[in-house]
């Protein structure tokens, strides 16, 4: 098919996985304007009703891991970098909101 990825390319994988994490909040929005985070479309954990506004949600920690991984910051330089240059970006109507995830495992 020509939306799938190749089996052999994780890369393809998460670009894939990526897409598919951006456009199912774009449905689930039902044509409402969203505000993404370019290049975090894999910390996005779902959406959010505000004031009747469809917010995408981010996973703070997962934001941090990519800063870690992706442009090889350490942590404390990723959690000042994701406080002063996206978080204090996003203060208008519209803008996303930001959670810790707890960690919870089910067994």
């Not at 959010?48 to 090889?72: K, N, S, T």
Request: hydrophobic fraction near 40%; proline fraction near 5%.
């Amino acid at each position: 098919m020509k939306d799938e990825p190749r089996a052999g390319n994780p890369l393809g994988r998460q670009v894939h996985d990526q897409v598919m994490l951006r456009q199912a909040c774009v449905d689930a929005a039902g044509g409402e304007p969203l505000m993404f985070i370019d290049g975090h479309d894999t910390a996005i954990v779902g959406l959010v009703e505000v004031d009747g506004e469809p917010r995408v949600v981010y996973d703070i920690e997962a934001i941090v891991h990519e800063l870690m991984r992706r442009d090889g910051m350490d942590s404390d330089g990723a959690v000042e970098f994701l406080e002063y240059n996206v978080m204090a970006a996003c203060f208008s109507g519209g803008s996303p909101l930001f959670v810790h995830s707890l960690g919870w495992a089910s067994d």
